[in-house]
């Protein structure tokens, strides 16, 4: 069974990558398991300057999923590249450097200074932050928003630039295409769809934050249509994320158009679903008919082409 | 720190809502006083992170919890003869010391002090450990301590049982030094008089978690420097004056 895929800037020996922010730069699930069974890592998000984050509560259950509002605390891009990009360097996977900011020049000066670092292969822009300079509306929910940061990005970058895009639109396709025409070279979709609980007992809300990012197996529905409707429209890779917790999640990702899939709060439900997915991924392909992964990406897209239905 | 199957061999309520269960596991010969695991209620989506109460032997876990929501309860419900899906032992306990200690637990703050309580009478320590309830109704854990030797004080809001009042005001009417060790857990209210009242010791705080290991900052607390600490991985137990209270 032949599990490699390969994309710009990524060699990845199988398609699994744990999502960003929910495997923060892997030192923990390194007492768990060798970090060189997974195709990838998307490390938390950076941003120029050391965040906090959010008050707590910051996370909070929901059916089949959950809420968190962590508020992309970090220790800052300087902090990073001196101490976990290098502990990352021993490990035999592709480390994609998740990037964040309140305006599109903190973009520009992370990727500056990781550009030099050998063990980052590409980055990955994550434009669902609220944005200082443009009234806290996300970047990532306008086209024209989006479409300049990832053009800045990738004058600044000398690596591939993925573009993480936000579900909490009107019409995705839009951004997707507009981050395509500015030169991103692959999009990652969907970051967490927005929510919010409230205690029965209090009438407050659940998160300290009042609203979270919603994630796990209730939002894959949402998820796969999304990438569906993308890799229709786009001719750059899509990495599919949004409630994977098996092999057949994975299967299911890569008909709707995805080269490779990120795996989030599975991390928290199991903290081996990584490996484990990994590891039955070979025999949910064998069992629908695939000797590659790659032969599985975007097949039901040629089912509407062919009018099947009909 | 790892995931295993582990049978449940007894579950019982000890107080309304409280709940008892007995655990077949290998986890126990790794787990110490203070630490907690993580448990998959089928049906749920997150972990339950809940403290350890007694370490029976190398093959036996004792957990007492509460019945707080959903999860919890369909977790109460099953039965012995049931497998769990567990991952742990997890965080960093109580310290076992060489002195005697106080310990204070304030309702389903109670368990992990039980514990903490048997390492240090093992070693020959004299152990205060004084209980907060809403009413004597409410009371667990009393038999549990008395039997191992530690010195029971209870305190009742209601005063239907001890002394009326909190914890604090148990501390005060016995005379209890702040200059002896304490070790805590409960309220975040109540840690916070302790953690003024006593010179040095311990506090063992709650907070909800995702990973549980460390990984994704969703339980932070904070020092008195501002930097963060995650309650999971760093804690759940504390010095007093390490963390903001």
């Not at chain 1, 306008?142 to 895009?165: C, F, G, I, W």
């Not at chain 2, 019982?12 to 809502?17: E, H, L, N, S, T």
């Not at chain 2, 049982?161 to 016995?174: L, S």
Request: hydrophobic share 40%; charged share 20%.
């Amino acid at each position: 069974m032949d599990l490699r895929v390969d994309l710009p800037g990524l060699h990845l020996k199988n398609p699994v990558i744990p999502a960003s922010g929910c495997f923060g730069y892997g030192r923990e699930f390194a007492e768990l398991y060798d970090l060189s069974l997974l195709g990838g890592i998307a490390i938390k998000s950076a941003t120029p300057k050391e965040r906090i984050g959010n008050p707590v509560p910051r996370i909070a259950e929901t059916p089949y999923g959950m809420l968190n509002a962590i508020g992309l605390q970090n220790h800052g891009v300087d902090y990073i590249v001196e101490k976990e990009l290098p502990w990352l360097a021993q490990f035999d996977t592709e480390i994609i450097a998740n990037v964040a900011g309140a305006t599109e020049e903190d973009y520009v000066e992370v990727i500056r200074k990781m550009n030099a670092s050998p063990v980052v292969k590409a980055y990955e822009l994550n434009i669902s932050c609220p944005n200082v300079k443009h009234g806290g509306i996300g970047l990532g929910t306008d086209p024209k928003l989006a479409a300049q940061v990832t053009r800045m990005a990738k004058e600044a970058s000398e690596k591939p630039v993925y573009v993480k895009l936000t579900p909490n639109v009107t019409n995705i396709v839009e951004i997707a295409k507009a981050v395509e025409e500015a030169g991103a070279d692959g999009l990652v979709m969907i970051n967490t769809l927005l929510g919010m609980r409230i205690d029965l007992k209090t009438a407050k809300p659940v998160l300290a934050n009042t609203t979270g990012g919603l994630s796990g197996p209730a939002v894959k529905p949402v998820a796969v249509r999304m990438v569906y409707q993308t890799a229709k429209a786009v001719n750059i890779p899509i990495i599919g994320v949004g409630g994977i917790m098996s092999a057949e999640d994975v299967l299911e990702f890569l008909y709707a158009g995805a080269s490779a899939v990120e795996v989030g709060s599975a991390n928290f439900h199991d903290p081996y679903a990584c490996p484990k997915i990994i590891e039955d991924l070979p025999r949910v392909l064998e069992k629908y008919g695939y000797q590659s992964v790659k032969e599985a990406t975007g097949r039901s897209l040629f089912y509407e082409q062919n009018n099947y239905r009909t | 720190m790892r995931n295993d199957t582990a049978l449940i061999t007894e579950q019982v309520m000890i107080a309304p809502d409280i709940m008892r269960m007995e655990l077949e596991t290998g986890i126990a010969a790794d787990t110490s006083c203070g630490q907690f695991i993580q448990i998959l209620v089928p049906g749920y989506f997150l972990r339950r992170p809940i403290s350890v109460s007694q370490v029976r032997d190398d093959n036996h876990l004792s957990l007492i919890y509460r019945i707080a929501g959903d999860g919890t309860r369909v977790l109460s419900q099953l039965k012995a003869g049931v497998t769990l899906d567990i991952f742990g032992p997890l965080g960093h306990g109580f310290p076992v010391i060489d002195e005697d200690v106080v310990l204070i637990g304030g309702g389903v703050g109670i368990p992990p002090l039980i514990e903490t309580a048997k390492r240090h009478i093992m070693n020959g320590h004299h152990v205060t450990a004084v209980l907060g309830f809403a009413s004597d109704s409410q009371i667990f854990a009393k038999e549990e301590l008395e039997s191992l030797n530690a010195e029971v004080i209870i305190a009742t809001m209601d005063g239907s049982c001890g002394v009326k009042g909190t914890v604090m005001d148990a501390v005060h009417e016995y005379g209890i030094s702040k200059e002896r060790t304490v070790m805590a857990c409960g309220p975040l209210g109540m840690l916070r008089v302790i953690g003024a009242y006593f010179e040095h010791g311990y506090v063992s705080l709650e907070e909800r978690m995702a990973c549980g290991i460390g990984a994704c900052m969703g339980c932070v607390a904070r020092t008195p420097e501002g930097d963060t600490l995650r309650v999971c991985k760093d804690g759940p137990v504390f010095e007093i004056g390490k963390v903001v209270l």
